[in-house]
């Protein structure tokens, strides 16, 4: 497996952004386009709090806010919302100036309800994925905490969730060197979306335009209509 420089690393949330659709991590990571609507300023508020770069201890439990992450394996760097390191008797890691062992636990914060996608799981995933490359310890498990429902939702990241990760990562790295960005595909994902406006995607029929060409070049007249 290729290892990435510093300098190739790409953050994490675009994974999350290509999860959820290819043609918006290309816009925005690639052209540069971003907007707001009301569901990614209700975002930033939920996450003010915990992309604060603090530490909190209670008993067998720390609480790290904001801790930046890397893994060279991935290509990927980021910022943890929260992650809880939970004493455990064995199979964790080590901290600086705290005895005995700890188990860490990534936690993501979102604004609204669990989606239907794996976008959220996704990257919570590779989330851990990082830390047990910085930490050469297991993770098993996170927890996605929901503004709408003011519950987490725990996740396990299992085999197929961790090769998906993979497989994002490397596609991922594959459309930022080629530098393409694929045609938009309207669906119900785009409803909620803040890059309608400059996406278009309601506007778009890519099955119908590959009808055209196909016309156009195996018969003598095409109709336009």
């Not at 080590?94 to 979102?110: A, D, F, I, S, T």
């Not at 609204?112 to 930490?135: F, H, I, N, T, W």
């Not at 299992?158 to 669906?187: C, F, I, N």
Request: proline fraction near 5%.
């Amino acid at each position: 497996m290729p290892l990435y420089s510093e300098d190739e690393l790409l953050p994490i949330s675009a994974l999350q952004h290509l999860a959820y659709c290819p043609r918006q991590y290309t816009l925005i990571h690639l052209e540069q386009i971003w907007a707001d609507n009301r569901y990614t300023a209700e975002g930033n508020l939920l996450h003010a709090k915990a992309d604060t770069e603090t530490r909190e201890v209670r008993g067998e439990r720390i609480t790290a806010r904001g801790l930046r992450l890397h893994s060279f394996s991935l290509g990927l760097s980021g910022i943890a919302d929260v992650v809880e390191f939970l004493q455990c008797g064995a199979g964790g890691c080590q901290l600086p100036g705290r005895p005995g062992c700890w188990q860490p636990l990534p936690v993501e914060y979102k604004r609204g309800r669990p989606k239907k996608s794996d976008c959220d799981r996704v990257q919570l995933c590779a989330q851990a994925l990082c830390l047990e490359e910085m930490l050469d310890v297991t993770i098993e498990k996170g927890a996605l905490f929901y503004g709408k429902t003011r519950h987490r939702k725990e996740v396990h990241f299992d085999g197929k969730l961790r090769e998906r990760v993979q497989s994002l990562a490397d596609e991922l790295h594959r459309l930022w060197k080629a530098g393409y960005t694929p045609p938009p595909e309207y669906g119900e994902k785009c409803r909620h979306c803040s890059l309608q406006s400059h996406c278009l995607p309601q506007l778009s029929d890519h099955a119908k335009v590959e009808k055209y060409l196909h016309l156009a070049f195996n018969s003598d007249e095409v109709d336009l209509l």
